[in-house]
């Protein structure tokens, strides 16, 4: 079994490098009573305790600012996999492409995910890490048993039937309850999912927005600023045989032109802003029409290499149209250049206390910018826009939001910060993002 390392000073800093930290000390346990041990270490002393995974929320949500910084490299056996219940059980740390490749090897898969694994399991499920889907939700969502240590240095379990306000509050957790040490994830046979990939105009999109989320399993789209045009993917489950893309045509595609390419293109809009609404009606015509049947998480996932900013919002399902309309009206009356797509993307109404789609189904509105590119106030309007609608914002990409703001959103809010009251009364797990977004 892994042990427990130390080192001090060593700076850490997230995927997108806007965020960063020096914490006091680095500590990678190798259970969850070593992890244990270092909290009430950290207790003796003073310091707070943030645990981290792959980096890659925009937010300062992992900062352990002058604390103790969790890494959970040695937190990634799987426990167990119950393919009688459907289930698998793993350690925290475990990235998310590992996770698939594992269940795959095992003949499972998850319901639905995000398109990126990178991700640890814990990292992602403790800020809403979500796909897009007709009938599944977000990763927390697929959460069936959680065990976490808390700021007395106790390890406890909890499910829907053994500590279940813990166990609703700890799945989508933000890290300020405690550290989850290890997750069981509801898992099912694998399958096949058929993607088709097409180009479609903005107000055709929106017309048919009904019936493309209503026929499809996963629908999503791209709408490119400056222009009228949408990418649009659907992906469902197929019978098979599986058709992947050649595997030159899936590297030229998605890897060097969605990455290379485009990475030397958002160069050109930063540095030369004339030029982005070129750049996006020739990005927006380079989407072509295309379909292939993979396994299911070889198409939920694409590799992402270009590094930007983001600030996304769960609005009302039911407003998507109207609040896309009058993000298209503020672009075209702006000055801004926008070099990057806007991704929009859905998901049904869940229970867990925090999740964006807690209660209500949900229309994903994500804005991008390329590193580096002035901001311009396109997330300021974006973010003013998204809350006369309601919208929560994702917890592990950039916003404005906070306490007061999020007590109004969320119906189960004050029971979160009651229990987090309850559970870590010192704000061992605190920082200055949690302070924001949840109070003192």
Not at 165 to 170: T, V
Request: proline residues 5%; glycine residues 8%; hydrophobic residues 40%.
């Amino acid at each position: 079994m892994p042990q427990a390392s130390t080192a001090t000073r060593t700076r850490w800093t997230n995927w997108a490098g806007n965020q960063s930290t020096v914490p006091a000390r680095v500590v990678t346990p190798g259970s969850a009573e070593e992890l244990a041990k270092e909290i009430l270490r950290a207790a003796d002393r003073g310091e707070t305790v943030k645990a981290v995974g792959s980096g890659h929320s925009f937010t300062a949500i992992a900062s352990a600012g002058h604390g103790v910084l969790v890494r959970p490299h040695g937190l990634t056996a799987v426990r167990g996999i119950d393919h009688a219940n459907g289930t698998v059980t793993v350690e925290a740390g475990l990235p998310l492409h590992r996770l698939n490749r594992l269940l795959a090897a095992a003949g499972l898969s998850l319901t639905n995910m995000g398109d990126i694994e990178v991700q640890t399991v814990a990292g992602a499920t403790s800020t809403g890490t979500h796909g897009t889907g007709r009938d599944s939700g977000s990763l927390a969502a697929q959460i069936r048993g959680l065990e976490i240590v808390l700021a007395d240095g106790s390890v406890r379990h909890c499910s829907p039937t053994e500590e279940p306000g813990l166990f609703e509050a700890a799945r989508l957790g933000l890290g300020a309850l405690g550290v989850i040490t290890a997750l069981t994830l509801a898992v099912e046979p694998s399958f096949l999912l058929t993607a088709h990939e097409q180009p479609m105009r903005f107000d055709e999109v929106l017309h048919r927005l009904d019936d493309l989320t209503a026929v499809n399993e996963h629908f999503e789209f791209y709408w490119f600023p400056h222009t009228d045009r949408c990418s649009t993917k659907r992906n469902n489950r197929s019978q098979g045989p599986a058709a992947p893309l050649p595997r030159f045509k899936e590297w030229l595609e998605d890897d060097f032109l969605s990455n290379t390419v485009w990475e030397g293109a958002c160069r050109v809009g930063r540095r030369f802003p004339a030029s982005v609404p070129t750049i996006a009606a020739l990005a927006s015509r380079a989407w072509s029409d295309r379909s292939y049947t993979d396994t299911a998480h070889r198409v939920f996932t694409s590799p992402r290499k270009v590094r930007f900013v983001e600030m996304e919002y769960a609005v009302p399902r039911a407003s998507v149209g109207e609040v896309l309309r009058e993000l298209r009206a503020m672009v075209e009356r702006s000055g801004w250049r926008i070099s990057f797509p806007v991704e929009v993307r859905f998901a049904p109404a869940d229970e867990v206390w925090l999740s964006t789609a807690h209660g209500r189904d949900t229309a994903y509105i994500a804005v991008h910018l390329y590193r580096g590119t002035a901001e311009q106030g396109y997330f300021t309007a974006v973010e003013r826009l998204m809350t006369e609608h309601g919208g929560r914002p994702h917890w592990g990409k950039l916003h404005t939001r906070d306490a007061g703001y999020l007590a109004g959103v969320y119906p189960r809010f004050a029971d979160f910060t009651a229990l987090r009251d309850e559970l870590d009364p010192d704000r061992r797990f605190g920082n200055d993002y949690l302070r924001r977004v949840l109070g003192a």
